[in-house]
């Protein structure tokens, strides 16, 4: 492992900025919620790749966006392109890639957006620590349960084949490690459910924490 990393745990680095005061915003998340008229959450889809979570989290969006409610989905190969476009799949690059994202999502949050993550996040420890970032009852990881062999043969990006050619190294499910949620909110058996079931899954749950309103009758 890189930095004395090891596999689901991470180290906590003290910042090397001094001099810092965190800035309370004028307009607050509660007033923000008020006047769109829903809550805001992170909803952390987690699961091996091909396992259905970017195509879950941007259906979940896009029925919020027809309700009229504020989502964003924050996807893995996206924030890749920027954010954290100087990290490879290392173990250690992977709990800082996790890092970062829950860091923003936090942001997210305040902000007044329901923020879904689609990430393989594959430690259990710092899927933790991205729900520690925010307060209890905001943070749903939501596991999209698909076994290593349907993964395998969805393969939508061909990543699959290309690690058993021995392409891509530190492939999650072959030669790095998926620890699945040990305590998931929500358990979408994407495996062989339909897509449609798995969303109506997760606006059931958002509706029953009254994050948002139930549609009406």
Known sequence: MDNGTQAGVFSVTTPTTTNIVWHQAGVSRQERAALRGHGSAVLWFTGLSGSGKSTMANGVNGELHRRGIAGYVLD???????????????DADRIENIRRIGELAKLFLDAGVITLTAFVSPFQADRDRARALVPSGDFLEIYCAADLTTCERRDPKGLYAKARAGEIKHFTGLDS?????????????????SLEAGIDQVLSALEQRQLIPPLAA
């Open 76 to 90: 893995g190969d996206n924030v890749r392109h920027g954010l954290c476009n100087d990290l490879g799949f290392t």
């Open 177 to 193: 490690p998926y620890e699945p949620p040990q305590s998931p909110e929500l358990v979408i058996r994407t495996g062989d459910r």
